[in-house]
């Protein structure tokens, strides 16, 4: 069965504090690993997939890796607005599409 | 209207109550999904419909009954509801087979069962 942890559960950080957060997992043949951000009272907002150890995304202060056995979210000079909870999901092979076992996710706050 | 709509966004029953929810995908997709969320859990796949057709159903209990009469628009039917039903009920889209293999969330509807 898929397993998804990812940790810290919480994380504070100042405007301009860089930091990662990971997504650590266990799957039967990786077809993609899934990055999403989740603001307060809304759906989950897709961000990068992964589909291979070694790859790397980039959106904006935003980077997100990839190996054999977890990914890396990594926040560049986060701005309060990148206050959000991040959550990781992964799809295996043997999983039907959209078939997505998600991680408890990241709750991130930015203070000015 | 554009991506993915729900309604209600909120909705208070009573157990012995029998209410739905409805979502609708503006996106062209040919699968949609219902998702709950728990305070602190992850998301839990509920049904999955491809095409039309129910292809997934995770053992969830049978006081929740999807429908999805056609491509676009996917319904969750309630009834006898349990407290511990209560939480963030998330539908979505995605092309099979196609694409990232990204989904596409609705805003949700948050249910409270008394």
Known sequence: EDQVTQSPEALRLQEGESSSLNCSYTVSGL???????????????FLFTLYSAGEEKEKERLKATL?????????????????????????GSADSWGKLQFGAGTQVVVTP | ETGVTQTPRHLVMGMTNKKSLKCEQHLGHNAMYWYK??????????FVYSLEERVENNSVP?????????????????????????????????????????????????????
């Open chain 1, 31 to 45: 077809r993609g690993l899934f990055w999403y951000r989740q603001d307060p009272g809304k759906g989950p907002e």
């Open chain 1, 67 to 91: 190996t054999k056995k977890e990914s890396f979210l990594h926040i560049t000079a986060p701005k309060p607005e990148d206050s959000a909870t991040y959550l990781c999901a992964v799809q």
């Open chain 2, 37 to 46: 969320q728990s305070a602190k859990k992850p998301l839990e796949l509920m």
């Open chain 2, 62 to 114: 049978s006081r929740f009954s999807p429908e999805c009469p056609n491509s676009s628009h996917l319904f969750l039917h309630l009834h006898t509801l349990q407290p511990e039903d209560s939480a963030l009920y998330l539908c979505a889209s995605s092309q099979e087979r196609s694409g990232d293999g990204e989904l596409f969330f609705g805003e949700g509807s948050r249910l409270t069962v008394l």
